[in-house]
């Protein structure tokens, strides 16, 4: 396996912008570093139980893949743009209490979000399997993977903190902006 290929794949999938992490800065723009930490520890359980899925699974979905990948694409969108459409909508005047933004939120969004699903399910048997399919290699994969993901969630929770000021005085063009990045992540999946 070509480890620096593994890496820039997981990296660059991680830490580019996608649902899961507009919605972690939102949150930190709205309620706060503490309930976009929830958030995130409930994404990144879903993250790891999603790549222990795909690595125990593999087999089986590549039959099925086609069906599952237009299924969640499908969702995804839908559940992007709704979104979108309410993180557009937030009213800028009113305090914001985001019962959204809970650990149960931030694990289910994991299952919805086409971009982890699709990675969770090309990562293991693209890099790791076709090398060693032993299950101590799987296993310590899952985990580094895993932790890559969860530096990606705390990347965005500390953007969101640093800038928050900021993001708190320009809150509707911020909204607008994550709205519209959310919209082009549906729409790029039909692309």
Not at 10 to 19: A, E, K, L, S
Not at 37 to 49: P, Q, R, V
Request: net charge positive; hydrophobic share 55%; charged share 5%.
């Amino acid at each position: 396996m070509n480890i620096t290929s593994f890496l820039l794949y997981c990296i660059v999938v991680t830490f580019t912008p996608g649902p899961t992490n507009i919605v972690i800065l939102s949150t930190v723009h709205h309620s706060g570093t503490k309930k976009a930490m929830e958030y995130t520890y409930g994404a990144t359980i879903a993250f790891g139980l999603l790549l222990v899925i795909s690595a125990m699974l593999n087999t089986m979905l590549i039959t099925i893949i086609p069906k599952v990948i237009f299924v969640m694409q499908i969702i995804g969108s839908l559940y992007m743009f709704y979104l979108a459409y309410q993180i557009y909508n937030m009213d800028a005047s009113k305090p914001i209490v985001n019962q959204s933004a809970t650990f149960l939120s931030g694990f289910l969004m994991q299952f919805l979000n086409p971009k982890v699903v699709l990675f969770t399910m090309t990562v293991i048997p693209s890099f790791i399997m076709p090398r060693d399919a032993a299950m101590p290699v799987v296993t310590i994969s899952v985990i580094a993977i895993t932790l890559i993901g969860f530096l990606a969630f705390i990347t965005w929770v500390l953007f969101g903190t640093i800038f928050r000021e900021f993001l708190q005085n320009h809150r509707k063009t911020v909204n607008g902006m994550m709205a519209l990045f959310l919209v082009y992540a549906a729409i790029m999946i039909w692309m």
